[in-house]
């Protein structure tokens, strides 16, 4: 059992792990069970200096995926006024919530320290209306929170826990949300296309990258240290992301209670989903 006074570099971290999930369930046979579930590999530690510069490059869906979860958020009524960002990284969805709701609160868990550290300085002007916990996905984040909340917003962070433990996080944020709540779900898919069209998809997404790479200061290099560290992990087993498919994403949201799931925006393998808790 936790207590609000658990804290790491003044990060609320609530400790008590609930899901145990095997991440070998939903990997192929063999392939990759000694790869590591990301968020124990410190991937995201070493990257979170370089995250917002390397975004245009990593996923250039990023900005427009925000655009649509703000506009929705504002098209709520009543104005939401509590809100849980579930894998806040750097905390630039949670930065923009706040300019657009002057009295929302927003509770912004990660599992990363480093990428809270980057939020907690992109965040300095709203510290009366932000907590920020550590936690993994699979720990009692709801801990952090203080009552039930009116959304929950995420971007490409659930993709990178187990299948179980996916499904078990849904029905959780399920239970912190107000009736009539909505959550707002922005994550990597899995697209499962004919061979020739899934090349000519990819081809576009490496076209996208590749053209903005130029744009970025020291934006080559950095890729290539990227790709070291990728190809480092690999040899130890490689990092998981486990996308879903988006017809088992809207099941599961089912599953979990919420109704009107659906997807409302797609970019190749980034999709936007929407769900709502009845009132
Ligand atoms: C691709 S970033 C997305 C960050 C942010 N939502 C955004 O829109 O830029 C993924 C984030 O998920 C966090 N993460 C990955 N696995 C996690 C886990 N099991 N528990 C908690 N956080 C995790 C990482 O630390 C990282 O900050």
Request: proline fraction near 5%.
């Amino acid at each position: 059992m936790t207590s609000k006074q658990d804290t790491i570099n003044g990060f609320f971290c609530p400790s008590r792990i609930l899901i145990d999930s095997n991440p070998d369930l939903n990997t192929k046979k063999g392939k990759i069970s000694k790869a590591k579930l990301i968020a124990e590999s410190g991937f995201y530690d070493w990257l979170a200096p370089h995250y917002d510069r390397l975004q245009p490059v990593m996923d250039p869906s990023r900005y427009q995926a925000h655009s649509i979860i703000l506009d929705v958020l504002n098209a709520i009524e009543p104005v939401p006024g509590r809100i849980l960002d579930i894998g806040c990284g750097t905390g630039l969805l949670t930065c923009q919530i706040l300019e657009l709701f002057p009295d929302a609160h927003v509770t912004a868990i990660d599992g990363s320290i480093a990428m809270l550290e980057e939020a907690r300085a992109n965040l300095e002007d709203f510290t009366d209306r932000i907590t920020l916990a550590k936690a993994d996905f699979r720990d009692s984040w709801e801990d952090a929170l203080d009552g039930d909340v009116d959304a929950v917003v995420h971007y490409t962070s659930l993709h990178h826990i187990p299948h179980d433990a996916l499904r078990e996080v849904y029905t959780r944020l399920f239970k912190v949300l107000k009736p009539g709540g909505w959550f707002l779900h922005g994550d990597i898919t899995e697209e499962r296309l004919p061979g020739p069209v899934q090349r000519i998809a990819e081809n576009i997404r490496d076209f996208q990258r590749s053209s903005v790479v130029d744009d970025l200061a020291d934006g080559k290099k950095l890729i290539q240290r990227l790709d070291q560290v990728k190809n480092a992990n690999e040899k130890k087993g490689g990092l998981l992301e486990l996308p879903a498919l988006p017809e088992q994403q809207i099941a599961w949201l089912v599953e979990a209670g919420f109704e009107f799931a659906t997807r409302v925006f797609q970019d190749w393998r980034l999709s936007l989903f929407l769900a709502r808790k009845p009132e």
